[in-house]
């Protein structure tokens, strides 16, 4: 990338869209100027020019929730940059993962912090269940049944999901989806193998 090749506007400024290299979800949009963009790719962190201040804003200079850089691309008209960070913390000033939790196409805000948090839910309450082991409980009765009985269901739900995408049922692959990586995610508790374990492989094979 050359910043010689970036079109500013008439102010000096290009806008920057913030998006979360591991969620793809847009945390924010903001602006930079000459200056910033080469403290950005200095500091492998986000710096934006802050227009209603008028002066360079270090993003988690304070607050801590820094973004750090993977990637910073410009569009095929060299005048809008696409940042890819891996954030420390929210991106807006109101505490939410992302600044665009509002919608125009729904009744109700989306104020999710991360939508990919139901994750991180199933794996606390697999966890839980695994050591309390709670009577009437589905996921506990696997747990005491065996790593042989949890393979079996996970073959059985993998089997489903074919059937689904053979008769090209949307709603129904998603169902069975779910289904297979509710198991899957019983199997690594059941295992003490971390997702992140699995999550950094992928990483890994991707880079």
């Excluded at 999710?112 to 409980?137: F, M």
């Excluded at 005491?144 to 008769?167: C, F, L, P, S, T």
């Amino acid at each position: 990338m050359n910043i010689d090749d970036i079109k500013f506007d008439e102010k000096g400024l290009v806008p920057a869209i913030v998006q979360d290299a591991r969620s793809k979800a847009v945390l924010t949009l903001a602006y930079m100027n000459e200056e910033s963009l080469k403290k950005t790719l200095e500091l492998k962190e986000t710096v934006f020019y802050s227009r209603s201040r008028q002066e360079l804003w270090h993003k988690g200079e304070t607050s801590g929730n820094t973004q750090s850089v993977t990637d910073l691309r410009y569009d095929c008209d060299q005048d809008a940059l696409l940042v890819e960070v891996v954030p420390a913390g929210p991106a807006c000033h109101k505490g939410n993962y992302s600044c665009f939790s509002d919608s125009l196409m729904k009744e109700e805000s989306v104020v999710e912090e991360n939508r990919y948090q139901i994750l991180d839910k199933l794996q606390e309450v697999l966890a839980e269940r695994k050591s309390t082991l709670p009577e009437g409980s589905y996921t506990a009765q696997l747990f005491q049944e065996g790593v042989d009985r949890i393979a079996k269901k996970i073959g059985e739900e993998a089997g489903e999901v074919i059937i689904a995408a053979k008769n090209d049922d949307p709603e129904e692959m998603a169902l069975e989806s779910a289904d297979l990586l509710f198991h899957l995610l019983l199997l690594l508790t059941d295992r003490n193998v971390p997702l992140d374990n699995v999550l950094s492989v992928l990483e890994r094979r991707h880079s």
